[in-house]
């Protein structure tokens, strides 16, 4: 990029709606992107996520609302008017053309004719100046992905727009690409709004995560922010895991509010309590809950939350053993720990103590149920893959 210091504004979204017949599907949105961030729309399919980045890009019309880009409006201008560039997940290279010519191309079709110094600036940015009179069929999927992100940076758009980039790729190279393009988007300094599914992607790369659902912001922050204190079931749900337990809330202890849960009483900072009635749905994050055999009783450090249950499945992954832990009222817990020690795991049917400290733990308005951002089908799949292992350990 000629000035990769060039002033960047605000991408500003506001009341921003847009129905097809009785379908809602971004609804009310008021949103100002930060210039110059790397900026994350997370949500499931049908959150409104990629209708929003269509309404910015100029592929959709809103039916309500307003986008600037600093102070310029920017609501009724086409595609081809806006300083917005966006790269797809197909990527959409010219097969005919080398990765120079496909790099220039937005370049030429402005007449500007010295486009050498441009293309092989941005080519070195993305580290693909040794291939650049290869053709696209040459070059590997994060490759091509890497040119359509030059193709569209050399024409320095104000706002670029990400749409499910990595999504033909595999798990290793999106990773790879996860690295790449957060350190394009540093050089660079444009606006980058990436839509996605994948909450690894937006946790990754992104300085700011909002999480969408229904066609609103059901949370948006720091992704290091959002996942520590969720503050709705749904984000609790569907950014990572959370074991929810439905209680009631009884007084207070300090800074702390008390919890009675079948019988048992837990502390949750009042600070990250996010109800306002009596009713609460208490969570807490599986890696943040130590596993002890019963017998280990007194290593319970004290003001701990804690619980006793029985192991139902043992997962191991590597990096950790998963468990899933039967509670005493019957509801099943999962619990992630560290392999710290070689072969040190517990065994199905083991009886266990949970515990984990209460700075750990979040309260939630228990309305929308314990199971909101849950996809049903990812339910009965783990349901059916931890039967499956039990029965193998049978057998």
């Known amino acids: 990029m000629t000035d990769a210091a060039r002033a960047v504004e605000d991408l500003h979204l506001q009341n921003l709606t847009k129905r097809f017949g009785d379908f809602v599907a971004v609804d009310d949105l008021t949103l100002t992107i930060p210039a110059g961030s790397f900026f994350a729309l997370l949500g499931a399919s049908g959150c409104g996520k990629t ?28 595609a081809f008017e806006r300083p917005v560039n966006t790269v797809f997940q197909s990527y959409a290279l010219f097969p005919h053309l080398d990765i120079f010519e496909n790099v220039a191309f937005g370049l030429r079709r402005r007449g500007i004719k010295d486009v050498k110094p441009a293309v092989e600036q941005m080519l070195d940015l993305v580290e693909l100046g040794s291939l650049a009179r290869r053709k696209p069929s040459q070059l590997s999927g994060g490759q091509q992905q890497r040119v359509a992100v030059a193709r569209a940076l050399i024409n320095e758009p104000d706002v670029l727009l990400l749409d499910e980039p990595l999504g033909a790729l595999d798990l290793k190279l999106r990773r790879q690409m996860q690295i790449e393009l957060k350190r394009i988007q540093m050089d660079v300094g444009t606006t980058f709004v990436h839509v996605t599914h994948d909450q690894e992607e937006a946790m990754t790369m992104a300085d700011t995560v909002a999480v969408m659902n229904a066609g609103r912001i059901e949370q948006m922050g720091h992704p290091a922010d959002i996942y520590e204190t969720p503050q709705t079931v749904f984000v609790a749900n569907f950014l990572g895991q959370s074991n929810l337990i439905d209680g009631r809330r009884t007084g207070t202890s300090g800074e702390f509010g008390v919890i009675e849960a079948h019988g048992l009483s837990f ?54 053993t998963q468990y899933l832990i039967d509670a005493p009222w019957g509801q099943e817990l999962i619990v992630f720990e560290q392999n710290v020690v070689v072969g040190d795991r517990c065994s199905v049917g083991d009886p266990v103590i949970l515990h984990w400290a209460p700075s750990h733990t979040f309260g939630l308005d228990p309305a929308p149920g314990r199971g909101a951002g849950i996809d049903p089908e990812v339910i009965e799949a783990e349901r059916v893959n931890a039967h499956l292992r039990v029965r193998g350990a049978e057998d």
């Open 267 to 320: 502390m949750v900072p009042s600070d990250r309590c996010f109800c306002s009635g009596s009713d609460v749905t208490l969570g807490v994050r599986p890696e943040k809950i130590t596993v002890l055999d019963a017998v280990d009783a007194e290593q319970v450090p004290d003001g701990h939350n804690r619980l006793e249950g029985r192991v139902t499945d043992v997962s191991y992954t590597g990096v950790s």
């Open 51 to 78: 209708t929003t980045l269509r309404m910015v890009a100029g592929l959709e019309d809103p039916t309500e609302g307003s986008i600037r880009i600093g102070e310029k409006d920017i609501t009724g201008l086409r």
